[in-house]
């Protein structure tokens, strides 16, 4: 195989790959630097609903799978549930939303059709008389919200949040999914 062949077949592989995207949650908090949280061992739920403002539309089978995720996370990271709110170290609660996104893409019209070299090489004479493809895609965007509430002070001490493309896979098992951007999340707790 000549040494072009496998130059061309290792950028082809590599296209290839970036195309086949996974779409990860990212997750980040914010802390409150005023509130020791170093201390804590109990923690009961904020309000008897669990979550803070339930969406209308919020599937209530989706509902019990979320406050079973959140409250088995912070149990495995060896937190004690107990029902009093005013008893424990810290209360929780959480959001959910989603948003139906927009991503507009504009690419020269040579660059998908693959290696142009010569004169049409990405509209040839320094981008004069350049034609351009435009590609939208629409896409559903969920976030997933976790507060912590200091009980002493009544002050937030934690906001955990994770934000991930919604694809079709996600939505028909929704499960193993949410366990595992819950235990990403709460594992930033400390």
Not at 25 to 34: E, L, Q, R, T, Y
Not at 61 to 68: A, G, L, P, Q
Not at 104 to 133: D, I, K, S
Request: charged share 25%; hydrophobic share 35%.
């Amino acid at each position: 195989m000549s040494l072009i062949k496998k130059v061309f077949g290792t950028v082809l592989l590599l296209a290839l790959a970036s195309c086949s995207a996974t779409y990860e949650a990212k997750v980040d908090f914010d802390k409150n630097s005023k509130v020791d949280t170093s201390n804590y061992k109990t923690f009961a739920w904020l309000n008897t609903g669990k979550i803070m403002a339930p969406p209308e539309d919020f599937n209530p089978v989706m509902k019990v799978r979320v406050d079973e995720a959140v409250e088995n996370a912070f149990i495995a990271k060896g937190y004690q549930l107990i029902e009093d709110a005013e008893k424990a170290d810290f209360a929780i609660s959480y959001t959910v939303g989603n948003r139906d996104k927009i991503k507009v893409n504009n690419y020269p019209t040579t660059y998908n059709a693959g290696f142009g070299w010569g004169r049409g090489y990405y509209g040839g004479l320094y981008g004069v008389h350049m034609q351009t493809e435009t590609r939208v895609r629409q896409y559903t965007e969920g976030k997933l919200a976790i507060d912590v509430y200091d009980v002493k002070s009544h002050q937030p001490a934690w906001h955990g949040w994770a934000v991930k493309r919604i694809t079709s896979s996600d939505k028909e098992a929704p499960s193993s999914d949410i366990k595992d951007v819950v235990h990403r999340v709460i594992s930033q707790f400390n």
